[in-house]
């Protein structure tokens, strides 16, 4: 139990375009998604936090009108990153908690590379 | 500021050896442990985790001890295998909050 899935796991997209990553829970309703940004052997860096159907909380520094976090049902958040450019190529992972638990549950992770 | 310090960086131990990742944290209201193991292009996944009651939780191969007092909690890989080889991440939380993460550790567990 408790699968969170990615889609897509990889993507290449030129700059100045838009790319949609879709993170969704399988077999459980989350009550909050989290989006990370991890670059080569670094640690995860927490970009914002969703709950369904309110927006996202935005981490300090990370700009809301690049990232757009849609989070439309309670299996379903998606992270749209606008006018990517080459400095936006990062593995990008989703989780999300069912019922306040302590754990997280991670996807698979996106990598997107910007060209 | 970094919350939770994990050290080493890197690690090197060869097959059968014990691997040893240390973590230490700052803020005494953290409530909750967790170990994430991370394979190369994957996403981090829980391994295992511990709360303040305990000193010491095992399962398996793997053994996380607590010390409340010094602030510090690590991760023992017993008999170390090719497979581990991996990043393993600690974290901490306080309650359902959004877990601080250590830097990570790379291991490599050489046949």
């Known amino acids: 139990g408790a699968v969170v899935s990615q889609h897509p796991s990889w993507v290449i997209c030129k700059s100045g375009t838009s790319v949609k990553i879709e993170c969704r829970s399988l077999?459980?309703?989350?009550?909050?998604m989290f989006w990370y940004r991890q670059f080569p052997k670094q640690s995860l860096m927490l970009m914002a936090t969703?709950?369904?159907?309110?927006?996202?909380?935005?981490e300090q520094g990370v700009e809301k009108d690049k990232f757009l976090i849609n989070h439309a049902s309670l299996t379903l958040s998606t992270l749209t990153v606008t006018s990517a450019h080459p400095e936006d190529s990062s593995f990008y992972i989703c989780?999300?908690?069912?019922?306040?638990?302590?754990?997280?549950?991670f996807g698979p992770g996106t990598r997107l590379t910007v060209t | 500021q970094q919350q939770v310090k994990q050290s080493p960086q890197s690690l090197i131990v060869q097959k059968g050896g014990i691997s040893i990742i240390n973590c230490a944290y700052e803020?005494?209201?953290?409530?909750?442990f967790p170990w994430y193991q991370q394979f190369p292009g994957k996403g981090p996944a829980l391994l295992i985790a511990?709360?303040?009651?305990?000193s010491e939780k095992k399962e398996g191969r793997f053994t996380i001890s607590f010390n409340k007092s010094a602030k510090q909690f690590s991760l023992h890989i017993m008999d170390s295998q090719p497979g581990d080889s991996a990043t393993y991440f600690c974290?901490?939380?306080?309650?359902?909050?959004?877990?601080?993460f250590g830097r990570g550790t790379s291991l490599i567990v050489h046949p």
């Open positions: 989780s999300a908690d069912w019922d306040r638990s302590y754990e997280q549950y």
């Open positions: 077999d459980f309703q989350a009550t909050t």
């Open positions: 969703s709950n369904e159907g309110s927006k996202a909380t935005y």
């Open positions: 803020n005494t209201a953290f409530d909750y």
């Open positions: 511990i709360r303040p009651d305990v």
């Open positions: 974290a901490a939380s306080r309650g359902s909050y959004i877990p601080t």
